[in-house]
């Protein structure tokens, strides 16, 4: 079964850094994109950016460029969303997720969340 | 920065039929297939269906899909009370460093 499992609720201070992960199970971890989406509160899904662990090929969307470090860890099939500083408006709720791509492609497997809260 | 425009909202009774409209583009929607995710409140999104109509294992074929050009639509026939949720489409992007582009969401209302 697959499956990401993300970790916990976090509360920072704006200009405090943070990495937050998702752990994976069920398939090869190498062989298939993971991408993160923020939703902040009562808005939208946004698309963050992605990477393919296999050979840590990461890319960004223009908004979350310079913002935001997406890495992995093959050894433990772990996914990080990390921010060097946060600031207030990085509060949020993140999402990991699969990506699988080619023909058919979508997302078929979701982390349950990471709620973020920034606030001094 | 979204690429896929939905309609905010839409509602329907009990048993009626809603649809869903995703506008694109020819580096989205005309290129690539489309799939459509329903996020309850709360929780996750959850994938409806995938490559314009189909729809993974335990989805109900309430739920359909189908593309025209560069839109496509999600139509939800016999509407429930648990069919209030948000729903996004989402397609592959040719034009993006980041490969995939979400829908801006829409909110179903069951009256």
């Known amino acids: 079964e697959v499956q990401l499992v993300q970790s916990g609720a976090e509360v920072k201070k704006p200009g405090e850094s943070l990495k937050i992960s998702c752990k994976v199970s069920g398939y090869t971890f190498n062989s298939q994109w993971i991408a993160w989406v923020r939703q902040m509160p009562g808005e939208g899904l946004e698309w963050m950016g992605i990477i393919y662990p296999r050979d840590s090929d990461t890319r960004y969307s223009p908004s979350f460029q310079g913002q935001v470090t997406i890495s992995a860890d093959k050894s433990i099939s772990t996914a990080y969303l990390q921010w060097s500083s946060l600031k207030a408006s990085d509060t949020a709720m993140y999402f990991c997720?699969?990506?699988?791509?080619?023909?058919?492609?979508?997302?078929?497997?979701w982390g349950q969340g990471t709620l973020v809260t920034v606030s001094s | 920065q979204s690429v896929l425009t939905q309609p905010p909202s839409a509602a329907g009774t009990p048993g009626q039929r809603v649809t869903i409209s995703c506008s694109g583009s020819r580096s989205n929607i005309g290129t690539y297939g489309v799939s459509w995710y329903q996020q309850l409140p709360g929780t996750a999104p959850k994938l409806l269906i995938y490559d314009y109509n189909q729809r993974p294992s335990g989805v109900p074929d309430r739920y359909s899909g189908s593309k025209s050009g560069t839109s496509a639509s999600l139509a939800i026939s016999g509407l429930h009370s648990d069919d209030e949720a948000d729903y996004y489409c989402a397609a592959w992007d040719s034009s993006l460093n980041a490969f995939y582009v979400l829908g801006t969401g829409t909110r179903v209302t069951v009256l």
């Open positions: 997720a699969r990506l699988l791509g080619g023909s058919g492609n979508r997302v078929d497997y």
